[in-house]
């Protein structure tokens, strides 16, 4: 019956640019697994319907992001779905997609160090809901004036690091001219109470004026170093051997002429 059905456990919501999967645990043996989203003002929708996965994304019914919702996962023999006896199911903690999805990564989509000015260009992180025009719509589109991005720079090599904020798509910030940086940017919503930082972008550095040692580091030093031996060896051996050979030539020509002579 149903009482033998085993409930699932571990329910943990996983989300970010408000794609969100839900998991849980066990994996079913003889059963199967049905995900009910619960609103607080909308109706429930079903997701994942006899399902013998452990998640289930449930990102398309997570489209009112300021909603909180709770989902109940059910656990049922799939001749006992439509029955009139409920179930048995679990039900996970409560989830508010836009105060509770993870920020991504920003794009960098431009930088440029020009004398004591470093520039950066970035993109905002795309969500995977769609606008009437068919484009996505951003993290920017959805959160508006609560979002904004911090650009972290240091010089290269240092330790001390700087930031500044915005809330437009470029940075353009003062720094030693002459001197290479390194930066990477990230999202922020400081109305949050959790999860007010989102992921870091890549780390980029700037290239001005930076030597091919400092480029590509030791490597090239051994290169170099080898290719000097390889030079300096070769200008001590090659006249050895050039001058073994003109003697040998010069006391083969002696012998050839003493020959000729006894002739």
Not at 209 to 229: C, K, N, P, Q, W
Not at 242 to 254: F, G, Q, T
Request: hydrophobic share 35%.
């Amino acid at each position: 019956g149903n009482d033998n059905l085993a409930k699932a456990v571990n329910i943990t919501w996983s989300s970010i640019n408000f794609k969100t999967i839900l998991q849980w645990q066990p994996k079913p043996s003889g059963y199967f697994y049905t995900v009910e989203i619960h609103g607080q003002t909308s109706d429930v929708k079903r997701k994942c319907i006899l399902t013998s996965e452990t998640e289930c994304d449930v990102t398309d019914v997570l489209r009112n992001v300021k909603e909180t919702y709770t989902a109940h996962i059910l656990s049922v023999k799939p001749a006992e779905m439509d029955a009139f006896e409920e179930p048995p199911y679990a039900v996970s903690e409560k989830f508010t997609p836009y105060s509770q999805t993870v920020i991504g990564k920003p794009e960098i989509k431009d930088y440029s160090q020009k004398g004591s000015k470093l520039n950066v260009v970035f993109k905002d992180p795309l969500t995977p809901y769609i606008l009437p025009n068919g484009s996505f719509q951003s993290i920017q589109d959805i959160f508006q004036h609560d979002l904004e991005y911090k650009l972290y720079y240091w010089k290269d090599q240092s330790s001390g690091k700087k930031d500044v904020t915005t809330k437009s798509h470029n940075f353009e910030v003062s720094v030693d001219s002459g001197k290479n940086y390194c930066f990477y940017v990230q999202g922020i919503i400081p109305s949050r109470r959790e999860n007010r930082n989102g992921q870091e972008s890549m780390v980029l550095c700037t290239s001005v004026g930076r030597s091919i040692l400092d480029e590509y580091g030791t490597e090239v030093f051994i290169i170099l170093a080898v290719i000097a031996v390889a030079v300096i060896t070769l200008a001590i051996v090659l006249p050895v051997v050039l001058c073994k050979r003109k003697k040998a030539r010069n006391a083969r020509a002696v012998r050839e002429k003493e020959l000729l002579n006894g002739v």
